[in-house]
């Protein structure tokens, strides 16, 4: 197991398609992509073949195979192969592109390096493992040339999250977290809300962590049993850089939530998508809270996480702010808005402060000429390399919050972190957890 | 004898670790001697596993030993790492080196990897002769750790063993150059940072994203003296180089950059011109507008289209008159963006310039003024549009009228039916009087007392599973509120999966009206008196107009439910 450096190629494929088309302008369209199977066999106002984005998979299960449908109705990206440690995985994918696109083309690979070496056409790639390889598995992308879209919660770690951070900028790789609700637009009516004074001076942020599971994860193993054959499993590397135990397919089938080893826990699980939210709507998307205040409870309910500027983001765990998954509320002195899954419009402490919803809203539209379609975005920036809405930054600061919320819960007090080094303030302790070793032989 | 050990050693695992592995802030945490005779005794793998997590939380120089003698077991090699990456102590570094001349294979790999992580410097010339190990994993490891290390002694191991990397082995030393040149860089020593990346710039048959990686740091590293490199590389035939010097440009702010930038544009190809423009946008610097203001006469289609967006994000005054002038553009999507920005654009100085065009000789534009008004719903500009409203061309006179009708209030109300009253056809006519029937209806005022509620259903309308919420919505009016939610939350679910919609019947100030409204939205009931001023107004004009604008005027007071006199 070891990468190759055969990467010349992908070179002379990308400048020949650079320049035998005219590139479209980054698109600020709010309607959806229009169909695809005309464009994908190239017939009458398709998008030739030499301008579509190619594009890859690693690890597409329920999610990533709904991520991977969405992206296939972009009429201007190509998906041709899919990486994954599961034989079922890697067939169901292919059924689904061949079916989309009325071939046989869509390639199957069980090795990510040997697929990342060997398909120097891909420009991007769909990662939607399970949280343990999202990390690694954007790092390797990005090493190797490729844009990325990566599931969330992105990184395991504080220090995984800055390694991503750091090979995005080092490589200038265009990367896309998936918290889309960055990118829809009772969401966007709210961080601009909150962010032009519509509200007064914010002074608090509520975001929503999932109602099941607790802050603190198990360590046990479940029972051993026969490890199925490579071909159908790879069970070494679908652990990949995790602490080694023995084979269960109740984690391969989606058990591995609540261990500590495979997942972040209630915070991270919708904390990764809603504290970037809050986070946007405090225009504080560069950094991260610098305290962090220990409940007396499971989950962290409650937690009151304060940044520099003073503004808070209160953890919540129940309804009392909102009537959906993954909501976020902003509270100003002039009122308050919110939102979350299945709104029309926002929730608002008075309908004046949503008199000029469509206004705001297309006013965002114009002044950063972003799509309102969270892989639209990121499409539009892999063609004029821009940062996406969702980029590694972003990322790295939204899961720092993540992970310094849940090392709080985990010490049992408060603690105070520094967001620009990424480290606890004089507290060895909660440092010791801002990383943890990789199952050799994967490094960074 | 051996059964007695194995209770022990089952006691004394269960007494360190049964509460989990991450209790460090626990009074019953564990200590350091007893995880470490867990080490020592003939513990399960697991329970091994689990004293050494808990090593990387509380563990001291004194578990090292234990630790690094872990390094070469091929169940714990990995668990080892994880105890001792995390503890603060010189004595781990000096294990960890120790194993670099014990270890082969994946062990060592993952010992090479945690030294970099470590960032022992001490390690340096050991990592270097790595560099040449036959197995790809080690020496790549080896690579990316010096890279971590980010001084010049480990720079120039890399740079004197990149010649003779494998083809597999060349991208992991050319990551590890990267890194050095990074902390080079950060640390200062930029002309050492510039030496490395100029270096991998001039690599045979280098990876793209290694090309592009080095042009990126060899323009930052040098700072303002980068620029020209920069604009070499948004000139060059390859266009991967022109994508990335866009990118890098993204991390050079300032308006130097920006005016270097947009004098790049002109004589590009239209592709790189694209991307420059957008990169240009990104920027949000007015020193670009001269620039793009000159090419959006001269650019092709695509090239006009980017530029239409990069104003929108630039914003500003100076960004309207070719905003405007593109409005005018001979390509469809062109002018479609152009006034898409412009009814989207925050910025009272674009009200300004859209007021200025209501004034401008050509009909066209004040018409196209007169658009974006209305997509911009600028109260401001009401009084302008009812002087449009009132004279010139019918069709510029009509466009204001239905632009002021979606704002205009009671204080607009009497102008609006001067406006009938002088309408000059039926198409005039008809345009005003729904404007009036749309202002009338904003202004009806209802009392709650004056809401009867029919009938309700909430449900998977109009055919599917439904419930009837009659009684619930009137109990909502009976509250008081005359805004009604439609959702679960208010009527139960009765269709689970689909989209559900909520359907009123009601009478209102003795009209019967039926609204519905999609789950999630809110249903508002419509159907109170006018104002008595607006009636007022109405019946005056009606004795004074001529007979087609009297009969629109009796139309609009019948609407009122108002008798005409």
């Known amino acids: 197991m070891h990468e190759t450096g055969q990467l010349g190629n992908g070179s002379a494929a990308l400048t020949r398609r650079g320049f035998v088309g005219t590139l479209a302008a980054a698109g600020a369209a709010l309607a959806m992509p229009a169909g695809v199977r005309a464009s994908a066999l190239g017939r009458d106002g398709a998008v030739r073949p030499s301008d579509r984005i190619v594009l890859g998979g690693i690890g597409l299960g329920g999610r990533g195979t709904g991520v991977m449908r969405w992206m296939l109705n972009e009429r201007d990206v190509q998906f041709v192969a899919i990486c994954d440690v599961r034989k079922s995985r890697r067939e169901e994918v292919k059924r689904i592109v061949d079916e989309h696109y009325y071939n046989k083309d869509c390639e199957k690979y069980a090795d990510m390096r040997e697929f990342l070496a060997e398909r120097t056409d891909i420009d991007a790639l769909l990662i939607a493992t399970g949280d343990r390889w999202h990390a690694l598995a954007s790092i390797l992308a990005m090493r190797a040339g490729k844009d990325v879209y990566s599931e969330k919660p992105s990184c395991m770690t504080i220090a995984e999250g800055r390694a991503v951070m750091e090979t995005a900028a080092r490589y200038g790789r265009v990367y896309q977290t998936g918290t889309q609700r960055l990118s829809q637009d009772t969401f966007v009516f709210c961080f601009e809300a909150a962010r032009s004074g519509l509200l007064g001076k914010v002074h608090t942020a509520y975001a929503h962590i999932a109602p099941w599971d607790a802050a603190e994860m198990i360590h046990d193993w479940l029972p051993g049993q026969p490890q199925p054959p490579k071909?159908?499993?790879?069970?070494?590397?679908?652990?990949?850089?995790?602490?080694?135990?023995?084979?269960?397919?109740?984690?391969?089938?989606?058990?591995?939530?609540?261990?500590?080893?495979?997942?972040?826990?209630?915070?991270?699980?919708?904390?990764?998508?809603?504290?970037?939210?809050?986070?946007?709507?405090?225009?504080?998307?560069?950094?991260?809270?610098?305290?962090?205040?220990?409940?007396?409870?499971?989950?962290?309910?409650?937690?009151?996480?304060?940044?520099?500027?003073?503004?808070?983001?209160?953890?919540?765990?129940?309804?009392?702010?909102?009537?959906?998954?993954?909501?976020?509320?902003?509270?100003?002195?002039?009122?308050?808005?919110?939102?979350?899954?299945?709104?029309?419009?926002?929730?608002?402490?008075?309908?004046?402060?949503?008199?000029?919803?469509?206004?705001?809203?297309?006013?965002?539209?114009?002044?950063?000429?972003?799509?309102?379609?969270?892989?639209?975005?990121?499409?539009?920036?892999?063609?004029?390399?821009?940062?996406?809405?969702?980029?590694?930054?972003?990322?790295?600061?939204?899961?720092?919050?993540?992970?310094?919320?849940?090392?709080?819960?985990?010490l049992k007090r408060d603690v105070r972190f520094d967001p620009a080094k990424g480290e606890f303030i004089g507290d060895a302790d909660a440092n010791r957890l801002c990383a943890r070793a990789m199952r050799e032989p994967w490094i960074y | 004898?051996?059964?007695?050990?194995?209770?022990?050693?089952?006691?004394?695992?269960?007494?360190?670790?049964?509460?989990?592995?991450?209790?460090?802030?626990?009074?019953?945490?564990?200590?350091?001697?007893?995880?470490?005779?867990?080490?020592?005794?003939?513990?399960?793998?697991?329970?091994?596993?689990?004293?050494?997590?808990?090593?990387?939380?509380?563990?001291?120089?004194?578990?090292?030993?234990?630790?690094?003698?872990?390094?070469?077991?091929?169940?714990?090699?990995?668990?080892?790492?994880?105890?001792?990456?995390?503890?603060?102590?010189?004595?781990?570094?000096?294990?960890?080196?120790?194993?670099?001349?014990?270890?082969?294979?994946?062990?060592?790999?993952?010992?090479?990897?945690?030294?970099?992580?470590?960032?022992?410097?001490?390690?340096?010339?050991?990592?270097?002769?790595?560099?040449?190990?036959?197995?790809?994993?080690?020496?790549?490891?080896?690579?990316?750790?010096?890279?971590?290390?980010?001084?010049?002694?480990?720079?120039?191991?890399?740079?004197?063993?990149?010649?003779?990397?494998?083809?597999?082995?060349?991208?992991?030393?050319?990551?590890?150059?990267?890194?050095?040149?990074?902390?080079?860089?950060?640390?200062?020593?930029?002309?050492?940072?510039?030496?490395?990346?100029?270096?991998?710039?001039?690599?045979?048959?280098?990876?793209?994203?290694?090309?592009?990686?080095?042009?990126?740091?060899?323009?930052?590293?040098?700072?303002?003296?980068?620029?020209?490199?920069?604009?070499?590389?948004?000139?060059?035939?390859?266009?991967?180089?022109?994508?990335?010097?866009?990118?890098?440009?993204?991390?050079?702010?300032?308006?130097?950059?920006?005016?270097?930038?947009?004098?790049?544009?002109?004589?590009?190809?239209?592709?790189?011109?694209?991307?420059?423009?957008?990169?240009?946008?990104?920027?949000?610097?007015?020193?670009?507008?001269?620039?793009?203001?000159?090419?959006?006469?001269?650019?092709?289609?695509?090239?006009?289209?980017?530029?239409?967006?990069?104003?929108?994000?630039?914003?500003?005054?100076?960004?309207?008159?070719?905003?405007?002038?593109?409005?005018?553009?001979?390509?469809?999507?062109?002018?479609?963006?152009?006034?898409?920005?412009?009814?989207?654009?925050?910025?009272?100085?674009?009200?300004?310039?859209?007021?200025?065009?209501l004034r401008d000789p050509d009909p066209k534009t004040r018409a196209v003024a007169i658009d974006l008004i209305g997509q911009r719903r600028t109260v401001a500009a009401l009084p302008a549009l009812l002087e449009a409203a009132g004279a010139g061309e019918e069709p510029v006179r009509i466009a204001a009228v239905k632009a002021a009708g979606a704002m205009a209030g009671a204080a607009e109300f009497p102008a609006l039916v001067k406006l009938l009253v002088a309408a000059k056809s039926a198409a005039e006519a008809q345009a005003i009087e729904n404007v009036l029937l749309q202002v009338c209806e904003r202004h009806t005022s209802l009392a709650p007392g004056e809401v009867t509620i029919r009938k309700a259903v909430y449900g998977d309308l109009p055919n599917g599973a439904s419930a009837d919420v009659t009684a619930k919505v009137a109990e909502i009016v009976k509250r008081g509120l005359l805004v009604v939610e439609a959702s679960n939350a208010n009527f139960g679910d009765p269709a689970q999966g689909a989209r559900k919609k909520l359907r009123v019947e009601y009478t209102a100030s003795g009209v019967d009206r039926t609204e519905t409204v999609n789950e999630g939205g809110a249903l508002r009931f419509a159907g109170g008196a006018t104002p008595q001023a607006f009636i007022d107004a109405l019946r005056a004009a009606a004795d004074q107009a001529p007979p087609a604008s009297k009969e629109a005027l009796l139309r609009v007071l019948k609407q009122t439910r108002a008798p005409a006199r």
């Not at chain 1, 109740?250 to 990764?272: K, L, N, Q």
């Not at chain 2, 626990?26 to 001697?33: G, L, Q, R, S, V």
């Open chain 1, 231 to 410: 071909e159908e499993v790879d069970w070494d590397a679908w652990l990949g850089p995790c602490p080694w135990r023995p084979y269960n397919a109740t984690y391969v089938g989606g058990g591995w939530r609540g261990h500590y080893d495979f997942h972040t826990s209630c915070i991270g699980e919708w904390g990764a998508h809603t504290f970037a939210q809050a986070q946007a709507g405090l225009d504080a998307l560069d950094t991260s809270p610098i305290r962090y205040e220990y409940v007396h409870n499971p989950t962290g309910d409650g937690m009151v996480t304060t940044f520099a500027n003073g503004a808070k983001m209160i953890l919540s765990r129940g309804d009392k702010y909102w009537r959906g998954s993954c909501g976020m509320r902003f509270d100003g002195p002039e009122g308050w808005v919110g939102s979350a899954d299945g709104y029309q419009k926002p929730d608002a402490s008075s309908p004046a402060l949503l008199a000029d919803y469509d206004k705001v809203v297309r006013a965002y539209v114009a002044r950063t000429q972003r799509s309102l379609d969270h892989v639209r975005d990121f499409f539009d920036c892999v063609k004029s390399r821009r940062q996406t809405v969702a980029n590694a930054e972003v990322m790295y600061n939204s899961m720092a919050t993540v992970h310094a919320a849940n090392i709080c819960m985990w």
């Open chain 2, 1 to 357: 004898m051996r059964r007695i050990t194995h209770v022990l050693n089952s006691v004394l695992i269960a007494s360190v670790l049964c509460a989990g592995a991450l209790q460090a802030a626990d009074a019953a945490a564990p200590n350091e001697d007893a995880l470490l005779a867990v080490l020592a005794s003939q513990a399960p793998v697991k329970a091994k596993a689990d004293a050494c997590r808990q090593l990387g939380l509380i563990g001291t120089a004194k578990a090292v030993p234990a630790l690094a003698a872990l390094l070469g077991d091929e169940q714990l090699s990995h668990m080892a790492r994880y105890a001792l990456e995390p503890i603060p102590d010189k004595a781990v570094d000096a294990a960890l080196r120790s194993a670099l001349v014990t270890l082969k294979g994946r062990a060592l790999a993952g010992v090479i990897g945690s030294i970099g992580v470590r960032r022992d410097t001490a390690a340096t010339s050991s990592l270097g002769t790595l560099l040449k190990a036959e197995n790809a994993d080690v020496a790549q490891a080896a690579a990316r750790s010096l890279g971590m290390l980010g001084t010049v002694e480990a720079a120039e191991h890399l740079r004197k063993a990149l010649p003779d990397a494998s083809a597999e082995n060349r991208l992991a030393f050319c990551e590890g150059l990267l890194r050095c040149a990074e902390a080079l860089a950060a640390g200062g020593r930029r002309t050492e940072a510039a030496a490395i990346y100029d270096g991998l710039r001039g690599l045979d048959k280098a990876p793209h994203q290694v090309l592009t990686a080095a042009l990126r740091g060899a323009v930052l590293a040098r700072q303002d003296a980068g620029l020209p490199l920069l604009l070499d590389a948004c000139r060059d035939k390859d266009f991967l180089l022109v994508k990335a010097a866009a990118r890098t440009s993204l991390e050079m702010p300032g308006p130097k950059v920006t005016e270097a930038l947009a004098g790049a544009l002109e004589g590009l190809v239209a592709d790189s011109q694209v991307v420059l423009i957008q990169a240009l946008g990104a920027r949000r610097d007015k020193a670009a507008l001269p620039a793009l203001c000159a090419l959006a006469k001269t650019g092709g289609k695509a090239t006009r289209e980017a530029i239409v967006h990069a104003l929108a994000e630039i914003g500003g005054a100076a960004a309207v008159p070719p905003l405007v002038a593109l409005t005018s553009d001979m390509a469809d999507d062109v002018v479609k963006a152009a006034r898409n920005a412009l009814g989207a654009m925050e910025g009272s100085e674009i009200d300004g310039a859209l007021g200025a065009m």
